[in-house]
């Protein structure tokens, strides 16, 4: 009678477990996958409402949605505008004192132009301007600009490196001068001689500033024929004021 033999093989279905010796276990290696695990809590935490609801069904979600704050959009009211007024007030200061001993850098006036400085002043010598005449404002403003434009197309022609914005700003600002002499003048009205000579400088006080800022070396001896038609300019915006 023979001894029993070893037990048969077993022979794992898929999805069993093998079973190797301890000597040939030593170059194994593996993992064990999971299948992710999904709870069902029976419902959302956060229920929307109907009319989310049927905003969402009807393609119009986009209207619920909240935009992150962007810094650039809490910026304040005159940066928005690219309103200075540190600069506006330093332009000022360079019209009304012309003079170059007072070490002023009025080449700041015409290097870096700006529209609300020159905008405000040309208004605020239009207030000053009513007496009765509401439709002098218009055309003051008006007169600002084509004005300017004249002036700017004259400089080119005569060869001078000047844009547009450039004259409109320092044109604009020179007329601080007959804002100055506004007041003086309703005093002194009564004195025709006074009034007269106030009146001349004030003018040559404006042309002076606009001239010498918008006139540069490159004319050479065609000074002249810019200098002229500012100083026009400048006794045409007196006559609005004064009714002359």
Excluded: H
């Excluded at 500033?209 to 002229?228: C, M, N, Q």
């Amino acid at each position: 009678m023979q001894p029993p033999g070893p037990p048969p093989a077993y022979a794992p279905a898929n999805g069993d477990f093998t079973f190797v010796s301890s000597a040939d276990a030593e170059d194994l290696s593996g993992s064990i996958a999971t299948q992710d695990v999904k709870l069902n809590l029976g419902g959302d935490f956060i229920k929307e409402s109907t009319a989310t609801t049927f905003l969402r069904q009807r393609g119009y979600g986009w209207l619920l949605e909240v935009e992150d704050d962007d810094p650039e959009d809490n910026k304040p009211l005159l940066e928005e505008l690219d309103i200075d007024l540190k600069d506006i007030y330093y332009k000022i200061r360079c019209v009304l004192m012309p003079m170059p001993s007072l070490g002023f850098n009025r080449q700041v006036v015409r290097d870096n132009p700006d529209f609300w400085g020159p905008l405000a002043v040309v208004l605020f010598f239009s207030m000053i301007s009513l007496y009765g005449q509401f439709r002098v404002v218009s055309w003051i403003i008006t007169i600002w600009i084509f004005g300017s434009l004249t002036i700017f197309l004259l400089a080119r022609v005569l060869g001078g490196e000047v844009a547009y914005g450039q004259v409109l700003g320092v044109i604009g600002y020179s007329l601080l001068p007959l804002i100055v002499i506004a007041p003086v003048l309703l005093v002194v009205g009564s004195f025709e001689v006074v009034s007269t000579l106030i009146k001349l400088f004030g003018v040559f006080w404006a042309a002076y500033s606009a001239a010498s800022l918008l006139v540069g070396e490159e004319f050479k001896t065609k000074k002249p024929l810019l200098i002229y038609p500012i100083f026009l300019l400048y006794i045409y915006f007196l006559s609005l004021y004064t009714g002359v």
